[in-house]
């Protein structure tokens, strides 16, 4: 009880006074100058307790217990992180985003930032330091009072122990409380908006920094001498060229589309008798469809097959590299297509910095980016994660009209996310009859994604931009989890076993070239292979870069793929949790049938990682592409 009173117990020395009053502004500024969706009641008390913990360890921290340092201390400390919430108050109404370090190095942010602070300022901002000037005022006039300031009472180490305790068990609450509502998000990330509203603005800025940090770290150790045996090892693979399809849709445009958890078992297969996919189906006819390619990302989800896709590296064992590597040399698609003179943009109707795209994609060499804030959306217009997939693709052409050609579009959709909510009146086939309501709903949102791309088709068509463009198609990630596999077996028809799990990361791949004609192609590949695949369809082969996938079409490429935990897939086995299975029927074997591949998969993934944690690109040589391969 007696520390109870010590740490607290005097409020004239504007302790507590100074805790509680930046907690309260800080909460106030939260609340209603930044524009944060809070959802939920949960969320509303996640977003009140957020800067208490912050705000006791601060004034912990510095508590002295003579009366002019106390001050002074009291108010520099105020003052810092008065000066963080500031800062990012500004930075928000200018940029509509939180402050994170990579942007702090970027010169020109801040220097866009530094020319408009007055217009960004508001006299009423200066409340913000009201309480400041106050406490500090209060506390030289009680102090001038004061006949012997030494009498005041010692503020004993275990005071400070027991404030810097309350502030930990405040903060484990509080991140307790948000892993209610969003489970992993210290070790996923996801987006800024969701840090700053679950973690308050002064445990995100101390997040921000030991996430930076530790990428530092692990890239000041790293050598360029690590970068030989690491190309070797890409060149020993195979990194042929079809000559027939190299250059075959030389000059096009380039469209990706993403579709968000989309497997491939929806891919010609019916719910409640009715074609689940018929547009996708009917454009197989006509497109290169690859039935055994998988998706390979890990925690980072969409992000991590947007990088993997645009830089034939893997993404990492943990975490979303899209948050932890951003700054990393690349010799990304965009950036390649670029200086071919590509125009380049991505459609993604989401908060800008989920998944730190709006940082990443700077990165990777975009010249635009379309989200959330480019796209009128309303909630007629809106189900689940937002904007529905119709209207991102038709309120798309008015960009694509102005893109110069020949230019590359990077569409990510949203409908199909869990949990594949969706209005009556957009169904087009009705829910599947399960126990599970997720995985009986997951059938209309995949079949009205279908029903999207058709209309988006036609569009094109209309504009005349369908003939002119090289369509890639994919697959980001499963949308069914493990938690669902009573249901699949049910819908299936198989029992759920680790093969059968790995068999369900197939993600569908049409390659779509107009007037072509159809074919499916048996390869056992993954995300990892876009890159070279489209780069040589587009008559591009680059030298000087490290890639591990490998084209679609060469001839000599090896049925090979790894996903992000170690399992494997080769032409004949299935490699997963240890155990080896034959395809197709899934049967274990003796685990020596896989053996061969197992170091295989696993240099693999430690050389990519080795590449992305050391940023060892920026040890490269410039690129040079060779536009005239003839294979
Ligand atoms: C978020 C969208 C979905 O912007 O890409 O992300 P996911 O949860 O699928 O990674
Ligand atoms: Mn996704």
Redo the contacts with the bound molecule.
């Keep these: 009880m007696k520390d109870v009173k010590g740490a607290f117990g005097k409020f004239q020395n504007g302790y507590m006074t100074s805790i509680i009053l930046l907690w309260l502004k800080t909460y106030v500024v939260l609340r209603f100058l930044f524009e944060l969706s809070v959802e939920s009641l949960l969320e509303e008390v996640i977003l009140f307790i957020s800067p208490l913990s912050f705000s006791i360890l601060l004034f912990t921290l510095v508590r002295s217990d003579k009366f002019i340092k106390n001050i002074i201390y009291k108010a520099l400390a105020n003052l810092l992180a008065t000066g963080v919430l500031y800062a990012n108050l500004l930075y928000y109404r200018f940029f509509n985003d939180f402050i994170t370090l990579p942007v702090v190095f970027q010169t020109n942010n801040f220097s866009d930032l530094g020319g408009s602070t007055a217009t960004l300022a508001n006299p009423f901002d200066v409340f913000l330091f009201v309480d400041i000037i106050v406490l500090t005022i209060v506390s030289i006039v009680s102090a001038a009072r004061k006949r012997e300031p030494k009498a005041e009472v010692p503020f004993k180490h275990r005071s400070r122990r027991f404030g810097i305790l309350i502030a930990l068990s405040i903060f484990v609450v509080n991140v307790g409380l948000a892993y209610i509502e969003r489970p992993e998000l210290l070790t996923r990330t996801?987006?800024r908006e969701m840090l700053m509203k679950y973690l308050g603005p002064y445990n995100y800025q101390m997040y921000d920094v030991v996430l930076q940090s530790n990428t530092k770290v692990k890239r000041a150790f790293a050598e360029s001498s690590e970068l030989a045996p690491i190309r070797s090892y890409t060149e020993e693979t195979p990194h042929g060229i079809n000559a027939k399809m190299f250059g075959k849709a030389k000059g096009k445009n380039l469209i990706l589309i993403?579709l968000?958890?989309t497997q491939s078992f929806v891919i010609n297969n019916k719910v409640n008798g009715k074609e689940i996919t018929p547009f996708l189906n009917d454009l197989i006819d006509k497109s290169y469809y690859f039935p055994n390619f998988y998706q390979q990302?890990g925690q980072?989800?969409?992000?991590?097959?947007e990088f993997l896709v645009e830089n034939s590296l893997y993404g990492l064992p943990s975490g979303a590299v899209f948050f932890t590597n951003s700054q990393n040399e690349y010799n990304a698609t965009p950036e390649i297509l670029g200086k071919s003179g590509y125009e380049s943009a991505v459609f993604?109707a989401?908060?800008k910095s989920?998944?730190n795209?709006n940082i990443m994609y700077q990165t990777l060499g975009y010249d635009r980016y379309f989200s959330q804030e480019d796209f009128n959306i309303t909630p007629e217009k809106s189900i689940g994660?937002g904007l529905k997939d119709e209207y991102l693709y038709k309120q798309s052409m008015k960009y694509l009209d102005n893109l110069k050609e020949p230019f590359y579009a990077k569409y990510?959709t949203?409908t199909n996310?869990?949990p594949f909510s969706l209005e009556e009146e957009d169904e087009i086939v009705s829910e599947w009859d399960s126990n599970d309501g997720v995985f009986n709903r997951y059938f209309t949102t995949v079949s009205y994604e279908d029903n999207a791309l058709k209309q988006y088709f036609n569009r094109l068509k209309e504009k005349g931009l369908y003939k002119d463009s090289l369509f890639v198609i994919y697959g980001?990630?499963n949308g069914i989890s493990d938690n669902h596999t009573e249901a699949m077996e049910k819908y299936l028809g198989k029992p759920h076993t680790p093969y059968r799990h790995i068999q369900l990361q197939r993600v569908p791949l049409i390659i779509h070239n107009p007037g072509q004609k159809g074919k499916v192609m048996e390869t056992v590949s993954g995300q990892i292979d876009l890159k070279p695949t489209i780069l040589h369809l587009l008559g591009k082969h680059i030298e000087n870069d490290i890639q591990f996938g490998t084209d679609l079409f060469a001839k000599e490429r090896k049925d090979f793929t790894v996903l992000r935990d170690g399992s494997f897939i080769t032409d004949k086995y299935i490699y997963t949790e240890g155990k080896c299975y034959r395809k197709p029927k899934g049967n274990e074997v003796d685990s020596k049938q896989c053996q061969e591949w197992k170091p295989i998969a696993e240099e693999e993934l430690n050389k990519s990682d080795q590449v992305v944690y050391g940023d060892l690109l920026r040890f490269l040589q410039p690129y040079s592409s060779n536009d005239n391969v003839d294979g």
């Design positions: 996801f987006d993403s968000e958890s990302t980072g989800k969409t992000s991590d097959s993604h989401n908060n989920f998944w795209r994660w990510i949203l996310h869990f980001d990630h």
